[in-house]
C-alpha cells in the first residue's frame, strides 16, 4: 500500500511522468497541489473530475481557482457534485491509483499538516471498472 507521509505523493509523481492522458477524479481539488501535480506530466490530455458543492467552497475545500488553471492550460474541466471516489488514470485507463487522497497538501502529504492516506496501483483494471470510471 502507498501511504502519504512515505511515498504517496511520490508514487503519484512516478504515475504521471510517463502518461500519455490523464484522468483526475476527486472531490477536493486545491490549485497549488494541483500545479505541481501537473508539472510532472506531459500528457496531451487531461480531464479534471471534481465537486463544487456551494459549503466545500465556503470553508475552503474545493478550490474555483482550478477553473483558471484548467482553462489556461486547455484542461477539461466537469462538476460531479456526487463524487467521493478519489483516482488517477492513465493511457485510456490502463491504470489507476485508487486512493483516500484528495488533490490537497494535506491529502498529498506534501506539507507539515497532512493526513494519514493510503492508495493502491491497479495495472489492468476490469472492464467493468474502466466502464464505472
Same mark, same amino acid.
Given at each position: ?17 510517463? =502518461? &500519455? ?5 476527486? !472531490?477536493?481539488?486545491?490549485?497549488? !497541489? ?19 458543492? !456551494? ?23 466537469? *462538476? &460531479?457534485?456526487? *463524487?467521493?471516489?478519489?483516482?488517477? +488514470? ?24 497532512? &493526513?494519514?492516506?493510503?492508495? =493502491?496501483?491497479?495495472?489492468? !483494471? +476490469?472492464?467493468?471498472? *474502466?466502464?464505472?470510471?
Amino acid at each position: 500500500m502507498l501511504r502519504s507521509k512515505d511515498n504517496l505523493y511520490q508514487e503519484i509523481i512516478d504515475f504521471v511522468q510517463n =502518461a &500519455n492522458d490523464l484522468i483526475i477524479l476527486a !472531490p477536493y481539488i486545491k490549485h497549488d !497541489p494541483l500545479e505541481e501535480l501537473l508539472r510532472h506530466t506531459n500528457a496531451k490530455s487531461i480531464c479534471i473530475v471534481t465537486s463544487w458543492k !456551494p459549503r466545500d467552497v465556503k470553508f475552503g475545500s474545493s478550490d474555483l481557482s482550478v477553473y483558471e488553471l484548467c482553462k489556461s492550460n486547455d484542461i477539461k474541466l466537469y *462538476i &460531479n457534485n456526487n *463524487i467521493h471516489l478519489k483516482v488517477i +488514470t492513465k493511457n485510456n485507463i490502463s491504470s489507476c491509483i485508487v486512493s483516500s487522497a484528495n488533490i490537497s497538501d494535506r491529502g498529498l502529504g506534501i506539507n507539515q499538516l497532512f &493526513n494519514y492516506e493510503m492508495g =493502491a496501483i491497479i495495472s489492468n !483494471p +476490469t472492464d467493468k471498472d *474502466i466502464i464505472y470510471l
